[in-house]
């Protein structure tokens, strides 16, 4: 598998470690930009706002605002 894409970079999984983890950067409607963290290996997925780590309620309560 090839890993071409620009959006999305590879990173380290805070659950199990594995640099198998991909980050997705997204922008909110209120302009807060944010970072999807999603791990192949644990299935561990995460949201990150200025380095971060914030709570997907937080980012669904700021994507509903408009
Ligand atoms: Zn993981």
Known sequence: MTRRSREAAVVEC???????????ELTLPDDTEVTFNSCHR???????????????TTVLEKARRR
């Open 42 to 56: 644990c299935e561990n997925r995460w949201w990150e706002s200025n380095s971060k780590v914030i709570d997907l």
């Open 14 to 24: 805070s659950e199990c470690g594995a640099r198998d983890a991909i980050q997705i």
